[in-house]
């Protein structure tokens, strides 16, 4: 993507990287969709068609409308829509593939030799790649580790660098310092992401189960009464910091188990998907199929096929089930294979070949996602314990200064010093370092995980309420062990 100097927008960058992000997190499955749908021999208009109404490939589709109302409505071909169209195409990946289909349509090659030719290229490179970026993301946790250890000893030696100097100039120094510290560790939490490229395990829309919304107004509830727990008042600030954190670790905890049984109903989907697949391949109808499926326990998803094979009996159609099914899994992997069987079943594609296609892209997906979650468990046992430790040298430090102003401020003509530290000051700073590295360290957590923004409040709640608890214990202990020493 170019950008001219004079037109430099940075909202619009962002905005272009995350469509590009996205268009290349739809782009393994949408080809799963061409090679499956491909197999019922269906019109190239058709196929277009279905393209650009598929809303599981939000963005994708976006594009694909732009070529079918070039088509139909300006009466391109289908060759030159395509070569037209790439140009909104913010991934190069896509880009590339519509400017290559664009191609071979021009040849007059038969679209399904096309789509096997390139799921085939693609599916064979995918897993390696994959593997070379969770690689390199690994190495980039040992990185943010090591900077992250760093980082709090610069903020704690810009605090002693100008606490003799003045009020002002310290209070500039040190935020200037902190922000700064701040900003790398979110850079390298973009880092991070650009090379795990997690998916949501949750899908983005309008359509959300009961479950899910009722988890989303509590947490909107808890989340709305932290203004209230900060202006508390007779109560220390670390303290008002750790109970914060409880409603929002509660929030996350709520919002983590949900995912949880999310997850869970993916586990089992292979299963369900292999035996409907394997029944309708001979001639039967699905609603039979379902008939049997009801007996066989797929643990927390029987009561989603319950709910489909009763809305197939009441003769609500097929494609209404087959939604309301993917909305009560509320699965974003579910809802985009899913998508792609019930439209084989529907145009009559070849379901023997297409659920085989189905389960081997899932089984590539779940190990590349097995195997992050595995960095996510290596950071995440590194970053907690460091978080804590910080914790507790910021608690040290400022009861040191806590201690020694009481002694300055008790023999005031024997030490020529200022006659009063800025002990609260320092305190509120050290707190303020505790939430701001608290934000970077889930961030960076979250960044790899991105299973849903309930992971991201579970880890910011559980950082500020263990450290903040940290901090208060160390800091009152710290002091009173220190002022005993003093004063004797």
């Known amino acids: 993507m170019k950008v001219s100097v004079g037109s430099f927008n940075p909202l619009g960058i962002i905005r272009a990287l995350s469509k590009g992000y996205k268009i290349e997190s739809e782009f393994p499955f949408f ?12 019109s190239r208009n058709l196929l277009f068609k279905l393209f650009a109404e598929k809303t599981v490939f939000r963005n994708i589709s976006e594009i694909f409308k732009k070529i079918h109302v070039l088509v139909d409505v300006w009466r391109y071909g289908h060759a030159e829509a395509c070569e037209t169209a790439c140009r909104h195409a913010v991934s190069k990946v896509f880009k590339t593939f519509l400017i290559r289909m664009s191609q071979s349509i021009s040849s007059g090659e038969d679209l399904e030799d096309f789509i096997r030719r390139e799921y085939r290229n693609f599916m064979a490179s995918y897993p390696e790649e994959r593997e070379r970026m969770l690689d390199r993301l690994r190495k980039f946790c ?31 120094i040190a935020v200037i310092g902190l922000t700064s510290v701040s900003m790398l560790l979110f850079l390298f939490s973009w880092i991070m992401f650009s090379q795990a490229k997690p998916d949501s395990i949750l899908p983005k829309g309008r359509e959300k189960p009961p479950k899910r919304r009722r988890i989303e107004r509590i947490t909107m509830g808890l989340l709305a009464s932290l203004p209230a727990i900060f202006f508390l008042s007779g109560m220390e600030l670390f303290l008002r910091v750790a109970l914060m954190g409880i409603p929002i670790m509660v929030a996350g905890f709520l919002g983590r188990r949900y995912v949880g049984k999310v997850k869970a109903c993916e586990q089992h989907y292979p299963s369900f998907l292999r035996q409907i697949a394997s029944i309708c391949s001979s001639g039967v109808p699905v609603k039979t199929a379902l008939k049997d499926a009801v007996n066989v326990n797929y643990g927390p998803l029987n009561k989603a096929v319950r709910k489909l094979y009763a809305r197939l009996s009441l003769r609500i159609s097929s494609e209404t089930a087959w939604r309301s099914f993917e909305t009560e899994v509320d699965s974003q992997l579910i809802s985009r294979v899913n998508g792609v069987f019930t439209d084989v079943l529907l145009r009559g594609g070849n379901i023997n070949e297409v659920s085989k296609l189905i389960e081997s892209v899932y089984f590539i997906y779940t190990t590349i996602r097995r195997r992050r979650y595995q960095i996510v468990s290596y950071l995440n046992g590194m970053l907690v314990p460091l978080h804590v430790a910080m914790c507790g040298m910021l608690a040290i430090i400022s009861g040191f200064f806590t201690s020694l102003n009481k002694f300055i401020t008790s023999m005031p003509t024997i030490l020529p010093l200022q006659s009063a530290l800025p002990t609260e000051f320092i305190n509120a700073y050290f707190i303020f370092v505790l939430v701001l590295f608290s934000l970077n360290n889930a961030s960076a957590i979250y960044s790899i995980e991105g299973d849903s923004h309930f992971t991201l409040l579970f880890l910011l709640g559980l950082m500020l309420a263990c450290g903040s608890l940290v901090y208060g214990l160390v800091f009152q202990t710290a002091s009173q062990y220190l002022s005993s020493i003093l004063t004797v």
Request: charged share 10%; hydrophobic share 55%.
């Open 31 to 42: 080809l799963l969709y061409f090679r499956s749908i491909a197999t019922a021999r269906v």
């Open 142 to 172: 040992d990185a943010y580790t090591s900077v992250f250890s760093s980082t709090t000893l610069i903020c704690v030696t810009i605090l002693l660098a100008v606490i003799f100097y003045s009020f002002k100039l310290m209070i500039q």
